[in-house]
């Protein structure tokens, strides 16, 4: 969307397909992480969360894997639809008072 | 449940004007933030507050810019003078206090100095 930086990293699917968006954090003391959706025109929204105690989760159609040691995070949504089409940001916090830090984004484009 | 409110949801004026905008989070949230986005530089913090306090107001760019929390249920951004590199979309999100919580954003408030 508009409101985004241009030249993002974008990543192009075929609807059904399996999408892996990635992440490298800087923070090696940052122990909570976060994956956001942002829609053209509307704000960042929740999907997934991860804790440094934990290398995997899973959500509805959604899995989050941390891997700690090379500082990489990564999305991965199963079963592309149209309705994933996003700019996709990680941010990462520490230290318990959950002050995030964004990265840049990448934009996840489903072709029907 | 009624999520981040933001107003107005677009707001265009002439350079030199002030521009204030709204914010209501979501009710029990301690923290409230505001994040500038812009094409060039993404997502920014400009200040969070904590219970109606400020704690950090280092992202906010200049003396044109404050910010303030009369009370739990709501927050103004003022912008005086405005000019027209403030022009961005302008977001509000709030957490809960509890450790490690995700923000929930608003759907921003468009920006647009001429």
């Known amino acids: 969307g508009e409101s985004v930086g241009l030249h993002l990293p974008t990543l192009s699917v075929q609807e059904g397909d399996n999408s892996i968006i990635n992440c490298a954090y800087s923070?090696?003391?940052?122990?909570?992480f976060i994956w956001y959706k942002q829609e053209s025109g509307k704000g960042p929204q929740f999907i997934i969360d991860?804790?440094?105690?934990?290398d995997k989760r899973q959500g509805q159609r959604v899995t989050v894997l941390l891997n700690k040691t090379v500082k990489h995070l990564s999305l991965q949504i199963a079963a592309t639809q149209p309705g994933d089409s996003a700019v996709y940001f990680c941010?990462?916090?520490?230290?318990?008072?959950?002050?995030?830090?964004f990265g840049r984004g990448t934009s996840l484009i489903v072709h029907p | 449940d009624a999520g981040v409110i933001q107003s107005p949801r677009h707001e265009v004026t002439e350079m030199g004007q002030e521009v204030t905008l709204r914010c209501k989070p979501i009710?029990?949230?301690?923290?409230l933030f505001w994040y500038r986005q812009t094409m060039m530089r993404g997502l920014e913090l400009l200040i969070y507050?904590?219970?109606?306090?400020?704690?950090?107001d280092s992202g906010m760019p200049e003396d044109r810019f404050s910010a303030k929390m009369p009370n739990a249920s709501f927050s103004t951004l003022k912008i005086q003078p405005s000019e027209p590199r403030d022009s961005a979309v302008y977001f509000c999100?709030?957490?809960?206090?509890?450790?490690?919580?995700?923000?929930?954003f608003g759907d921003g408030t468009r920006l647009s100095i001429l």
């Open positions: 991860i804790r440094s105690n934990m």
């Open positions: 999100a709030s957490s809960l206090r509890r450790t490690n919580q995700p923000q929930h």
């Open positions: 009710s029990g949230h301690d923290y």
């Open positions: 507050f904590n219970n109606n306090v400020p704690i950090d």
């Open positions: 941010a990462e916090g520490e230290g318990g008072s959950y002050i995030p830090t």
């Open positions: 923070n090696s003391a940052s122990d909570y």
